[in-house]
T-cell receptor
Framework: DQQVKQNSPSLSVQEGRISILNCDYT??????FLWYKKYPAEGPTFLIS?????DKNEDGRFTVFLNKSAKHLSLHIVPSQPGDSAVYFC???????????FGAGTRLTVKP | EAGVAQSPRYKIIEKRQSVAFWCNPI?????LYWYQQILGQGPKLLIQ????????DSQLPKDRFSAERLKGVDSTLKIQPAKLEDSAVYLC??????????FGPGTRLTVT
């Protein structure tokens, strides 16, 4: 069962513009949400997280928005840079942080 | 701070053979995870350890997969016997508090 879904397998944006990556989830027990970034031949690296008590978390160029009623979260990257080109995974876990579920990933390409 | 180490990086075996992967987590991280990532999908949790005890192994195919964490530090994941569908990248991750996870580079397994 796919409890975390990233419906866009790829996204291409121009350098300097905004990148918006979307993620939907089905399990209402999920309480903690994360975004990971993955370069080829490397493991995923943590980017940003948000707990269900918040609806926004910002870290530099990266902002995650959470809409609990819609079971939707998004990652905004502003401004996008060529070095941001990677696969981005959305992940979610219940309150006890066990059993983390990942989406299938979105490949972001930022063109110079 | 040294990251999560995994070996080998690549492994090719024939079906019905056995294989083992090794993971050395970040020093002091109590929680250790093994994930399976099939091409085009997100990582899927196989097993989670807290120190040397198993927290969650609900998605581990126990008829052929086994894992142990020695003295709460290093861990090995074994597949015996391997099937074609086991071809994937096997990721190890560790976490200090069970929230943000730090991933190793992964082991790419090809079963022929």
């Amino acid at each position: 069962d796919q409890q975390v879904k990233q419906n866009s397998p790829s996204l291409s944006v121009q350098e300097g513009r905004i990148s918006i990556l979307n993620c939907d989830y089905t399990n209402s027990m999920f309480d903690y949400f994360l975004w990971y970034k993955k370069y080829p031949a490397e493991g995923p690296t943590f980017l940003i997280s948000i707990s269900s008590i918040k609806d926004k978390n910002e870290d530099g160029r990266f902002t995650v928005f959470l809409n609990k009623s819609a079971k939707h979260l998004s990652l905004h990257i502003v401004p996008s840079q060529p070095g941001d080109s990677a696969v981005y995974f959305c992940a979610a876990s219940p309150y006890n942080n066990n059993d983390m579920r990942f989406g299938a990933g979105t490949r972001l390409t930022v063109k110079p | 701070e040294a990251g999560v180490a995994q070996s080998p990086r690549y492994k090719i075996i024939e079906k019905r053979q056995s294989v083992a992967f090794w993971c050395n987590p970040i020093s002091g991280h109590a929680t250790l995870y093994w994930y399976q990532q099939i091409l085009g999908q997100g990582p899927k949790l196989l097993i989670q350890f807290q120190n040397n005890g198993v927290v969650d192994d609900s998605q581990l195919p126990k008829d052929r997969f086994s894992a142990e964490r020695l003295k709460g530090v290093d861990s090995t994941l074994k597949i015996q016997p391997a099937k074609l569908e086991d071809s994937a990248v096997y990721l190890c991750a560790s976490s200090p508090r069970g929230d943000e996870q730090y991933f190793g580079p992964g082991t790419r397994l090809t079963v022929t």
